[in-house]
């Protein structure tokens, strides 16, 4: 599975953001993929932000975006979104979304344990 990510930009502080990341070559609706998102800060190592399962009944957040980002995927467009509100200049960093062809573990939720990653769309956030 090849993956895409959008959706990156400049905002101030306080406001929200919407990432997507489509996937192209072998599709949602045939096979089953965990998504999630990681992002890696100037400076920083990459980091785990958030996991969804195939089906979307589960999810998983770092505790630095719990209640403030918001995973989903719509397996029908092939799309998984990262809803990011109350944006702070700690958020600012490269998104990356990556596939692992599993229904769904937290323990895959890791830089080694995903499969497939998408190029990155970055995101900075000024104060």
């Known amino acids: 599975v090849q993956l895409q990510a959008y959706g990156g930009g400049l905002v101030q502080a306080g406001t929200s953001l919407r990432l997507s990341c489509v996937a192209s070559?072998?599709?949602?609706?045939?096979?089953?993929?965990?998504m999630a998102w990681f992002r890696q800060a100037p400076g920083k190592e990459r980091e785990f932000v958030a996991a969804?399962?195939?089906?979307?009944?589960?999810?998983s957040y770092d505790d630095s975006v719990k209640g403030r980002f918001t995973i989903s995927r719509d397996n029908a467009e092939n799309t998984v979104y990262l809803q990011m509100n109350s944006l702070k200049p700690e958020d600012t960093a490269v998104y990356y979304c990556?596939?692992?062809?599993?229904?769904?573990?937290?323990?895959?939720?890791?830089?080694?344990?995903?499969?497939?990653w998408g190029q990155g769309t970055l995101v900075t956030v000024s104060s």
């Open positions: 990556a596939a692992r062809e599993v229904d769904y573990s937290r323990d895959y939720a890791t830089e080694f344990g995903m499969q497939e």
């Open positions: 070559g072998r599709t949602f609706s045939r096979y089953k993929y965990m």
């Open positions: 969804i399962s195939w089906s979307g009944g589960s999810t």
